[in-house]
């Protein structure tokens, strides 16, 4: 299971940082990740990190902005945001899959095997 928390209402510049707490069934796991979805819009790559060789990949959209990091002693995902912008609001959803990614293969949502509920982000002007 994944569970995400940390979303909420920020002002435009502002910086946030996301938490995706993983159990037991997501052991084996060798890649997590993040997505979002902009209301009217389909659900996009966000960012991707690779274990225990570390190696991450992020959307042109966001990269220079967002870092995805993860705590293995507490089995948590992060996302800090920085820099936040309008267009950056969304549902962003945590995911775990069993095979690394590279590149665009990260972007492939089917290959993705564990998504959480979501969180809200709203980025207000």
């Given amino acids: 299971h994944l569970v995400e928390s940390g979303g909420g209402l920020v002002q435009a510049g502002d910086s946030l940082r996301l938490s995706c707490a993983t159990s037991g069934r997501t052991s ?9 979805q902009a209301p009217g819009k389909e659900r996009e790559f966000v960012a991707a990190i690779n274990w ?40 962003y959803y945590c995911t775990a899959r ?21 969180t809200q982000v709203t980025v207000s002007s």
């Avoid at 084996?28 to 979002?36: E, I």
């Fill in 28 to 36: 084996g796991t060798h890649a997590m990740g993040w997505f979002r």
């Fill in 98 to 118: 069993l095979d690394y990614c590279v590149g665009y293969i990260c972007a492939i949502q089917s290959d993705w095997e564990y998504w959480g509920q979501g």
């Fill in 52 to 91: 225990p060789q570390i190696s991450t990949f992020y959307s042109d959209s966001v990269k220079g902005r967002f870092t995805i990091s993860r705590d293995d002693a507490k089995n948590t995902l992060y996302l800090q945001m920085d820099n936040l912008q309008l267009e950056d609001t969304a549902v």
